[in-house]
Protein backbone atom coordinates (compact mmCIF):
# COMPACT_ATOMS: atom_id res chain seq x y z
CA UNK A 1 0.00 0.00 0.00
CA UNK A 2 1.13 3.51 -0.46
CA UNK A 3 1.62 5.88 2.66
CA UNK A 4 -1.85 7.21 2.62
CA UNK A 5 -3.56 3.51 3.03
CA UNK A 6 -4.42 3.02 -0.60
CA UNK A 7 -3.41 0.32 -2.66
CA UNK A 8 -1.28 2.31 -5.65
CA UNK A 9 -2.61 0.80 -8.62
CA UNK A 10 -2.04 1.48 -12.75
CA UNK A 11 -5.02 0.93 -15.01
CA UNK A 12 -4.40 -0.21 -18.96
CA UNK A 13 -7.71 -0.07 -20.92
CA UNK A 14 -9.27 1.85 -24.16
CA UNK A 15 -12.86 1.36 -24.91
CA UNK A 16 -16.26 2.47 -23.29
CA UNK A 17 -16.28 -1.68 -22.05
CA UNK A 18 -13.60 -0.45 -19.55
CA UNK A 19 -14.80 2.64 -18.43
CA UNK A 20 -17.18 1.06 -15.80
CA UNK A 21 -14.16 -0.47 -14.40
CA UNK A 22 -11.60 2.86 -13.78
CA UNK A 23 -14.51 4.54 -12.64
CA UNK A 24 -14.84 2.23 -9.67
CA UNK A 25 -11.16 2.33 -8.99
CA UNK A 26 -11.47 6.04 -8.70
CA UNK A 27 -14.71 6.06 -6.37
CA UNK A 28 -13.25 3.19 -3.76
CA UNK A 29 -11.11 4.84 -1.27
CA UNK A 30 -9.15 1.53 -0.91
CA UNK A 31 -7.47 2.46 -4.42
CA UNK A 32 -5.30 5.02 -5.98
CA UNK A 33 -4.91 4.96 -9.54
CA UNK A 34 -1.73 6.96 -10.30
CA UNK A 35 -1.19 6.08 -14.33
CA UNK A 36 -3.99 5.10 -16.60
CA UNK A 37 -2.13 3.72 -20.05
CA UNK A 38 -4.26 3.74 -23.19
CA UNK A 39 -4.39 3.76 -27.03
CA UNK A 40 -3.33 6.88 -28.58
CA UNK A 41 -5.83 9.49 -29.91
CA UNK A 42 -7.73 8.08 -33.38
CA UNK A 43 -9.36 9.31 -36.04
CA UNK A 44 -13.03 8.51 -35.45
CA UNK A 45 -16.39 8.12 -37.85
CA UNK A 46 -16.76 9.33 -41.35
CA UNK A 47 -15.79 12.66 -40.96
CA UNK A 48 -12.52 10.97 -39.42
CA UNK A 49 -12.45 13.47 -36.30
CA UNK A 50 -9.17 12.52 -33.90
CA UNK A 51 -11.00 11.68 -30.96
CA UNK A 52 -9.44 10.38 -27.51
CA UNK A 53 -10.63 7.22 -26.07
CA UNK A 54 -13.03 7.26 -23.61
CA UNK A 55 -10.70 5.92 -20.91
CA UNK A 56 -8.75 8.98 -21.32
CA UNK A 57 -11.68 11.13 -21.13
CA UNK A 58 -12.36 9.86 -17.47
CA UNK A 59 -8.62 9.84 -16.50
CA UNK A 60 -8.65 13.62 -17.12
CA UNK A 61 -11.85 14.75 -15.96
CA UNK A 62 -10.03 13.13 -12.63
CA UNK A 63 -7.05 14.22 -13.09
CA UNK A 64 -4.90 10.90 -13.11
CA UNK A 65 -1.42 11.15 -15.64
CA UNK A 66 -2.37 9.41 -19.04
CA UNK A 67 0.23 7.49 -21.15
CA UNK A 68 -0.70 6.72 -24.72
CA UNK A 69 1.98 4.64 -26.31
CA UNK A 70 1.72 3.03 -29.94
CA UNK A 71 3.95 -0.18 -28.47
CA UNK A 72 3.15 -0.72 -24.65
CA UNK A 73 6.91 -2.58 -25.14
CA UNK A 74 8.54 1.28 -25.22
CA UNK A 75 6.98 1.97 -21.38
CA UNK A 76 8.26 -0.75 -18.84
CA UNK A 77 11.25 1.67 -17.21
CA UNK A 78 8.44 4.63 -16.99
CA UNK A 79 6.28 2.37 -14.87
CA UNK A 80 8.78 1.37 -12.51
CA UNK A 81 9.28 3.28 -9.40
CA UNK A 82 11.20 6.32 -9.72
CA UNK A 83 9.50 6.71 -13.16
CA UNK A 84 6.33 6.67 -11.45
CA UNK A 85 7.50 8.10 -7.88
CA UNK A 86 4.98 5.56 -6.31
CA UNK A 87 5.89 1.80 -5.80
CA UNK A 88 2.99 -0.09 -7.71
CA UNK A 89 0.81 -2.42 -6.14
CA UNK A 90 -0.91 -3.53 -9.20
CA UNK A 91 -1.67 -3.38 -12.75
CA UNK A 92 -5.30 -3.94 -13.68
CA UNK A 93 -6.43 -4.09 -17.38
CA UNK A 94 -9.61 -4.23 -18.99
CA UNK A 95 -9.91 -4.53 -22.77
CA UNK A 96 -6.91 -2.99 -24.18
CA UNK A 97 -5.76 -4.79 -27.36
CA UNK A 98 -2.09 -5.26 -26.95
CA UNK A 99 0.13 -7.78 -25.23
CA UNK A 100 1.65 -6.96 -22.06
CA UNK A 101 5.37 -7.46 -22.00
CA UNK A 102 6.80 -9.66 -19.16
CA UNK A 103 9.00 -6.62 -18.47
CA UNK A 104 5.46 -4.61 -17.46
CA UNK A 105 4.15 -7.87 -15.72
CA UNK A 106 7.17 -7.94 -13.37
CA UNK A 107 6.81 -4.06 -12.07
CA UNK A 108 3.84 -4.82 -9.36
CA UNK A 109 4.13 -6.40 -6.50
CA UNK A 110 0.72 -8.43 -6.93
CA UNK A 111 1.23 -8.77 -10.67
CA UNK A 112 -1.07 -7.99 -13.58
CA UNK A 113 -4.53 -8.43 -13.38
CA UNK A 114 -7.27 -8.67 -15.99
CA UNK A 115 -10.74 -8.53 -16.97
CA UNK A 116 -11.54 -10.81 -19.64
CA UNK A 117 -15.44 -10.95 -20.99
CA UNK A 118 -16.30 -14.79 -20.84
CA UNK A 119 -16.14 -17.99 -18.25
CA UNK A 120 -11.79 -18.88 -19.14
CA UNK A 121 -10.52 -20.92 -20.81
CA UNK A 122 -13.60 -20.72 -22.87
CA UNK A 123 -13.50 -17.89 -25.41
CA UNK A 124 -9.63 -16.81 -25.04
CA UNK A 125 -8.83 -13.79 -27.45
CA UNK A 126 -10.93 -10.53 -29.13
CA UNK A 127 -14.32 -11.59 -29.30
CA UNK A 128 -15.66 -13.65 -26.27
CA UNK A 129 -18.78 -11.81 -26.10
CA UNK A 130 -20.10 -11.83 -29.93
CA UNK A 131 -18.75 -15.69 -29.88
CA UNK A 132 -20.36 -16.58 -26.68
CA UNK A 133 -23.76 -15.46 -28.58
CA UNK A 134 -22.61 -17.02 -31.61
CA UNK A 135 -22.47 -20.34 -30.83
CA UNK A 136 -25.64 -20.42 -28.95
CA UNK A 137 -24.49 -20.21 -25.44
CA UNK A 138 -26.80 -20.02 -22.20
CA UNK A 139 -24.58 -18.54 -20.12
CA UNK A 140 -21.22 -16.01 -19.94
CA UNK A 141 -19.29 -14.48 -17.87
CA UNK A 142 -16.54 -12.14 -16.18
CA UNK A 143 -12.83 -14.06 -15.78
CA UNK A 144 -10.40 -12.28 -12.91
CA UNK A 145 -6.94 -12.95 -13.73
CA UNK A 146 -3.49 -13.22 -13.17
CA UNK A 147 -1.92 -12.46 -16.65
CA UNK A 148 1.25 -14.18 -17.99
CA UNK A 149 2.86 -13.42 -21.00
CA UNK A 150 0.39 -15.61 -23.17
CA UNK A 151 -3.37 -14.69 -24.28
CA UNK A 152 -6.12 -14.64 -21.74
CA UNK A 153 -3.70 -18.51 -20.39
CA UNK A 154 -3.20 -16.49 -16.70
CA UNK A 155 -4.18 -18.29 -13.67
CA UNK A 156 -7.79 -17.48 -12.60
CA UNK A 157 -8.33 -15.43 -9.22
CA UNK A 158 -12.09 -15.43 -9.85
CA UNK A 159 -14.93 -15.88 -12.04
CA UNK A 160 -19.08 -14.72 -11.82
CA UNK A 161 -21.58 -15.90 -14.28
CA UNK A 162 -24.43 -14.07 -15.76
CA UNK A 163 -27.32 -15.86 -18.36
CA UNK A 164 -27.65 -14.81 -22.33
CA UNK A 165 -31.03 -13.83 -22.77
CA UNK A 166 -32.56 -15.33 -25.78
CA UNK A 167 -32.48 -11.59 -27.53
CA UNK A 168 -29.38 -10.75 -26.38
CA UNK A 169 -27.32 -8.98 -29.01
CA UNK A 170 -23.62 -8.37 -29.17
CA UNK A 171 -24.45 -4.69 -27.54
CA UNK A 172 -26.41 -5.82 -24.58
CA UNK A 173 -24.37 -8.30 -23.59
CA UNK A 174 -21.24 -5.78 -23.87
CA UNK A 175 -22.89 -3.51 -21.76
CA UNK A 176 -23.80 -6.11 -19.03
CA UNK A 177 -20.47 -8.08 -18.77
CA UNK A 178 -18.80 -3.87 -18.60
CA UNK A 179 -20.93 -3.44 -15.76
CA UNK A 180 -20.11 -6.87 -14.42
CA UNK A 181 -16.17 -6.44 -14.69
CA UNK A 182 -16.26 -3.15 -11.99
CA UNK A 183 -18.29 -4.97 -9.81
CA UNK A 184 -16.03 -8.17 -9.99
CA UNK A 185 -12.85 -6.03 -9.21
CA UNK A 186 -14.97 -3.92 -6.73
CA UNK A 187 -15.89 -7.15 -4.50
CA UNK A 188 -12.34 -9.40 -5.20
CA UNK A 189 -9.55 -7.09 -5.90
CA UNK A 190 -8.63 -6.29 -1.90
CA UNK A 191 -9.41 -9.84 -1.08
CA UNK A 192 -6.70 -10.80 -3.75
CA UNK A 193 -4.04 -8.50 -2.71
CA UNK A 194 -4.53 -9.12 0.85
CA UNK A 195 -4.07 -12.98 -0.18
CA UNK A 196 -6.82 -14.32 0.77
CA UNK A 197 -7.86 -15.66 -2.80
CA UNK A 198 -5.59 -18.13 -4.29
CA UNK A 199 -5.23 -18.11 -8.41
CA UNK A 200 -5.66 -21.51 -9.58
CA UNK A 201 -4.26 -22.49 -13.25
CA UNK A 202 -6.70 -23.07 -16.69
CA UNK A 203 -7.46 -26.30 -17.91
CA UNK A 204 -5.53 -25.63 -21.27
CA UNK A 205 -7.71 -28.44 -22.67
CA UNK A 206 -10.79 -27.11 -22.03
CA UNK A 207 -9.36 -23.75 -24.24
CA UNK A 208 -11.53 -22.30 -27.02
CA UNK A 209 -10.40 -19.20 -29.05
CA UNK A 210 -12.10 -16.31 -29.89
CA UNK A 211 -11.03 -14.89 -32.90
CA UNK A 212 -10.29 -11.02 -33.99
CA UNK A 213 -13.49 -10.03 -36.16
CA UNK A 214 -12.94 -8.26 -39.22
CA UNK A 215 -15.98 -6.44 -41.61
CA UNK A 216 -16.14 -9.91 -43.47
CA UNK A 217 -16.67 -12.04 -40.46
CA UNK A 218 -20.76 -10.30 -40.72
CA UNK A 219 -21.16 -12.11 -44.63
CA UNK A 220 -23.95 -14.48 -43.72
CA UNK A 221 -23.74 -17.70 -45.21
CA UNK A 222 -27.42 -18.86 -46.56
CA UNK A 223 -26.32 -22.29 -46.34
CA UNK A 224 -26.70 -22.20 -42.61
CA UNK A 225 -29.43 -23.05 -40.69
CA UNK A 226 -31.36 -20.04 -39.96
CA UNK A 227 -30.88 -20.98 -35.89
CA UNK A 228 -27.36 -20.17 -37.02
CA UNK A 229 -27.60 -17.19 -38.87
CA UNK A 230 -30.06 -15.65 -36.27
CA UNK A 231 -27.72 -16.39 -33.90
CA UNK A 232 -25.10 -14.75 -35.60
CA UNK A 233 -27.30 -10.76 -36.58
CA UNK A 234 -28.01 -10.74 -32.75
CA UNK A 235 -24.22 -11.34 -31.84
CA UNK A 236 -22.76 -9.10 -34.81
CA UNK A 237 -24.86 -5.80 -33.71
CA UNK A 238 -23.87 -3.70 -33.63
CA UNK A 239 -20.39 -4.55 -35.19
CA UNK A 240 -19.32 -5.83 -37.72
CA UNK A 241 -23.38 -6.59 -38.36
CA UNK A 242 -24.38 -9.47 -40.20
CA UNK A 243 -24.72 -8.64 -44.74
CA UNK A 244 -25.55 -10.37 -47.71
CA UNK A 245 -25.25 -8.78 -51.41
CA UNK A 246 -28.35 -7.65 -53.93
CA UNK A 247 -27.93 -5.97 -56.95
CA UNK A 248 -24.31 -5.43 -56.49
CA UNK A 249 -24.89 -3.86 -52.96
CA UNK A 250 -24.18 -4.55 -50.11
CA UNK A 251 -27.64 -5.76 -47.94
CA UNK A 252 -27.41 -5.46 -43.79
CA UNK A 253 -29.02 -7.67 -42.24
CA UNK A 254 -30.10 -6.05 -38.77
CA UNK A 255 -33.42 -7.77 -36.76
CA UNK A 256 -34.68 -11.42 -37.85
CA UNK A 257 -36.94 -13.71 -36.36
CA UNK A 258 -37.16 -17.14 -36.88
CA UNK A 259 -39.13 -19.23 -39.17
CA UNK A 260 -40.20 -22.94 -39.50
CA UNK A 261 -39.54 -24.98 -43.00
CA UNK A 262 -40.91 -22.84 -45.73
CA UNK A 263 -40.71 -24.55 -49.46
CA UNK A 264 -38.32 -22.29 -51.39
CA UNK A 265 -34.78 -22.40 -52.39
CA UNK A 266 -31.96 -21.52 -49.81
CA UNK A 267 -30.75 -17.96 -50.15
CA UNK A 268 -34.77 -17.20 -51.69
CA UNK A 269 -36.36 -14.25 -50.47
CA UNK A 270 -40.35 -14.48 -50.16
CA UNK A 271 -42.93 -12.90 -48.12
CA UNK A 272 -44.74 -13.86 -45.35
CA UNK A 273 -47.84 -13.08 -44.62
CA UNK A 274 -46.71 -9.75 -46.35
CA UNK A 275 -43.28 -9.63 -44.79
CA UNK A 276 -40.27 -10.19 -46.04
CA UNK A 277 -38.47 -13.26 -45.65
CA UNK A 278 -35.76 -15.94 -46.28
CA UNK A 279 -34.94 -19.11 -46.53
CA UNK A 280 -31.94 -21.01 -44.65
CA UNK A 281 -30.75 -24.46 -45.33
CA UNK A 282 -32.69 -25.18 -43.06
CA UNK A 283 -35.81 -23.16 -41.39
CA UNK A 284 -36.53 -19.66 -42.75
CA UNK A 285 -36.02 -15.83 -41.53
CA UNK A 286 -38.63 -13.34 -41.28
CA UNK A 287 -36.96 -9.78 -41.62
CA UNK A 288 -37.67 -7.13 -39.17
CA UNK A 289 -34.96 -4.29 -40.12
CA UNK A 290 -32.51 -4.27 -42.68
CA UNK A 291 -30.66 -1.51 -44.78
CA UNK A 292 -29.20 -1.06 -48.29
CA UNK A 293 -26.15 0.31 -48.73
CA UNK A 294 -26.37 4.42 -49.10
CA UNK A 295 -29.59 3.99 -47.45
CA UNK A 296 -31.37 4.63 -43.80
CA UNK A 297 -32.26 1.84 -42.02
CA UNK A 298 -35.54 0.37 -42.63
CA UNK A 299 -38.11 -1.97 -41.20
CA UNK A 300 -38.87 -4.61 -43.82
CA UNK A 301 -42.37 -2.83 -44.83
CA UNK A 302 -41.08 0.60 -45.52
CA UNK A 303 -38.09 -1.63 -47.59
CA UNK A 304 -40.64 -3.32 -49.50
CA UNK A 305 -42.45 0.19 -50.62
CA UNK A 306 -39.50 0.69 -53.08
CA UNK A 307 -37.95 -2.82 -53.64
CA UNK A 308 -40.79 -5.45 -54.77
CA UNK A 309 -38.43 -6.83 -57.11
CA UNK A 310 -36.38 -8.28 -53.99
CA UNK A 311 -38.66 -10.81 -53.44
CA UNK A 312 -38.11 -14.33 -55.63
CA UNK A 313 -33.94 -13.02 -55.64
CA UNK A 314 -31.67 -15.93 -54.19
CA UNK A 315 -29.58 -14.75 -52.31
CA UNK A 316 -25.86 -16.02 -52.66
Given amino acids: MTKNNKYNLIFIGTPDFSVPTLQALISDERFSVSTVITAPDAKVGRKQIVTAPPVKVIAEKNNIPVLQPKNIKSLPLALREGGLGVKVDA???????????????????????????????????????????????????????????????????TQEKISIDSRETGESLHNKL?????????????????????????????ATIAKKLTRDSGKIDWNKSAEEVECMVRAYYPWPGTHTSWNNKTLKIIKVDLLKQKNHQTGEIFLENNQLAIQCKTNALLINQLQLEGKKVMTAKEFLTGNKDIVGYILK
Wanted: net charge negative.
Fill in 91 to 157: IVTIAYGQIIPQEILDIPKFGCLNLHASLLPKYRGASPIQSAILNNEKETGVTLMKMDKGMDTGDII
Fill in 178 to 206: SELSANVLKKYLVDYLEEKLKPVAQDNSQ
